[in-house]
């Protein structure tokens, strides 16, 4: 089993910024892809973004490039999500996910996905 837990959030004004870390813990060496995912009040689960575990491999959505960065403390089996130029609409659950399975299939998609974190709330006031 894999255990994520993430910290970070908080309320910031627009414009502003934040970093949310993802600790990962146990059988870390069954993980590929580790990944963000987010949820604002009444919509669908959305995916932000997503590393390799070795750090070799990034990937953002288009509405967050340029303003996120997601990287890795291969140390620390952490992952981050440098969140700046904040806008309202990024408020939302942030979840940090980690798979099993490789690069290459859907990245994007939640079902991929094999263990996820409690998540933590961004609130981005306008």
């Known amino acids: 089993q894999v255990q994520l837990v993430e910290s970070g959030g908080g309320l910031v004004q627009a414009g502003g910024s934040l970093r949310l870390s993802c600790a990962a813990s146990?059988?870390?060496?069954?993980?590929?892809?580790m990944g963000w995912f987010r949820q604002a009040p009444g919509k669908e689960r959305e995916f932000v973004a997503a590393?390799?575990?070795?750090?070799?491999?990034?990937y953002l959505v288009d509405s967050v490039k340029g303003r996120f960065t997601i990287s890795k403390d291969n140390a620390m089996n952490t992952v981050y999500l440098e969140m700046n130029s904040l806008k309202p609409e990024d408020t939302a659950v942030y979840y940090c996910?980690?798979?099993?399975?490789?690069?290459?299939?859907?990245?994007?998609?939640?079902?991929?996905?094999?263990?996820w974190g409690q998540g933590t709330q961004v609130t981005v006031s306008a």
């Open positions: 996910a980690g798979r099993r399975s490789d690069w290459s299939t859907s990245l994007g998609d939640g079902r991929m996905y094999d263990y």
């Open positions: 146990g059988r870390t060496y069954s993980l590929y892809v």
């Open positions: 590393i390799s575990w070795t750090a070799s491999n990034t």
